[in-house]
């Protein structure tokens, strides 16, 4: 098992391009979530989905949009970058939402600055 | 609302001693999950423990044990036997575990640990 995989590791964007954070899960969980980390702080929600097909907004959606069409792919869309953006991205997946031995695991992370 | 506290944005340990980290939480659902993860320099989330808001006992995984006192809202956690190892940010973080939250983690903004020899 690779457990959840992200790519980029790294990026640079200018100011007002785009791009796509892949994510990708090979546990066959249910739950995907995207975080990010500003320096010093702890994560925050940007989205997240209970299953493909189905996502929902959480605590810090501007900016972004996400996708879920298969069980294992979870893509975060970054549209007209801004240096607010310049952040850690973690993607993160869990079986279920509930209960002991189903905790969050994370992926390595994004690193992504906005000049 | 649910939220998550960490007062100590920095702690030092003596190697071979014991700490704790601190947080307190907040929400109004009766059935939530608490976690500490650990984040060393190198920037990757390991999971660290778990405590249901049910569960009887405080929970322990090898060196680590959670703290758990509901009434006071509070998920410390403790390491025993402190290694240069130990250094790391951990950040605690709350699971509302009803269908309608979608299993999300709410955290803390973590606690720097520094082991020293």
């Known amino acids: 098992n690779a457990g959840v995989t992200q790519t980029p590791k790294f990026r640079i964007l200018k100011i007002g391009q785009s791009m796509t954070l892949q994510c990708t899960q090979d546990?066959?969980?249910?739950?995907m979530y995207w975080y990010r980390q500003d320096p010093g702080m702890g994560l925050k929600l940007i989205y997240y989905?209970?299953?493909?097909?189905?996502?929902d907004k959480g605590e810090v959606p501007n900016g972004y949009n996400v996708s879920r069409s298969t069980t294992e792919d979870f893509p975060l869309r970054l549209e007209l970058a801004a240096p607010s953006q310049t952040s850690v991205y973690f993607c993160?997946?869990?079986?279920?939402?509930?209960?002991?031995?189903?905790?969050?695991?994370f992926g390595p992370g994004t690193r992504l600055t906005v000049l | 609302a649910q939220k998550i506290t960490q007062t100590q944005p920095g702690m030092f340990v003596q190697e071979k001693e014991a700490v704790t980290l601190d947080c307190t939480y907040d929400?109004?659902?009766?059935?939530?999950?608490l976690f500490w993860y650990k984040q060393p320099s190198s920037g990757e989330m390991i999971f660290l423990i778990y405590?249901?808001?049910?569960?009887?006992q405080n929970a322990t995984e090898g060196r680590y044990s959670l703290n758990f006192q509901k009434a006071r809202k509070s998920a410390n956690l403790v390491i025993s036997a402190s290694q240069l190892g130990d250094s790391a940010m951990y950040f605690c973080?709350?699971?509302?575990?009803?269908?309608?939250?979608?299993?999300?983690?709410?955290f803390g903004q973590g606690t720097e640990l520094s082991v020293k020899p």
């Open positions: 993160a997946s869990s079986y279920l939402l509930a209960g002991r031995n189903n905790e969050q695991f």
């Open positions: 546990m066959n969980h249910n739950y």
């Open positions: 989905s209970v299953g493909a097909g189905i996502t």
């Open positions: 929400t109004s659902d009766p059935s939530y999950g």
């Open positions: 405590q249901g808001s049910y569960d009887q």
């Open positions: 973080a709350m699971r509302e575990e009803n269908y309608n939250q979608g299993g999300k983690l709410i």
